[in-house]
């Protein structure tokens, strides 16, 4: 089925594409992820893994494909809005997004070393943004653009599913 490959190939550019961005942007440009960005990290690598698969090993189970993409694509987009909605202060932060350095510092002076040297990593603050769009921005539009693409194809699945099953029964 080419327009599955098509859409396969789209899904893995755009997840690759995420995933090697964030990686880009920690080490070379030294951006730090916070927890929420991490967890995010971690679905858009679950979500490359299963792409791969699904567009390597499986030939069958076009709709159940389409559904585990399509879930994790939502959870993605969930988290991604509510990062999103930290940093615009609509929400208030369930996860807790804070590190135990310091904790042990003996002096003054000590502490006021470790907050200087240590990186914000509060999901509530962006490090980034590119024409206004945080990341937590760009990660929400993306996923939920892919869930969007996701949906369509799922319906024109089933469309063509039933078109299929009635041209058998008549």
């Keep these: 089925n080419i327009k599955y490959n098509n859409y396969c190939f789209l899904n893995f550019i755009v997840v690759f594409f995420a995933v090697s961005s964030s990686f880009i942007l920690e080490i070379i440009f030294d ?3 916070c927890k929420i960005c991490l967890y995010q990290r971690y679905l858009w690598i679950i979500l490359l893994f299963v792409l791969v698969i699904f567009f390597f090993f499986f030939n069958k189970f076009y709709l159940t494909k389409l559904i ?3 879930f994790n694509l939502a959870i993605l987009s969930g988290l991604a809005f509510y990062h999103s909605g930290i940093e615009l202060n609509f929400f208030n932060n369930i996860i807790s997004c ?3 350095k310091g904790l042990n510092a ?3 002076e000590e502490l006021d070393l470790l907050i200087r040297s240590t990186d914000n990593i509060d999901c509530a603050f962006p490090k980034f ?7 937590a921005n760009i990660g929400f539009f993306l996923s ?6 996701n949906l369509i194809v799922f319906k024109k699945s089933l ?3 039933n078109a299929k ?4 029964n008549n």
Aim: aromatic residues 10%; hydrophobic residues 55%; without cysteine.
């Design 31 to 33: 951006l730090t992820p």
């Design 68 to 70: 585990i993409v399509f």
């Design 98 to 100: 804070s590190i135990d």
């Design 106 to 108: 003996t002096s003054i």
């Design 129 to 135: 943004s590119f024409l206004g769009f945080t990341l």
């Design 144 to 149: 939920l653009v892919l869930v969007l693409i």
């Design 159 to 161: 469309s063509l599913k």
């Design 165 to 168: 099953k009635n041209r058998r």
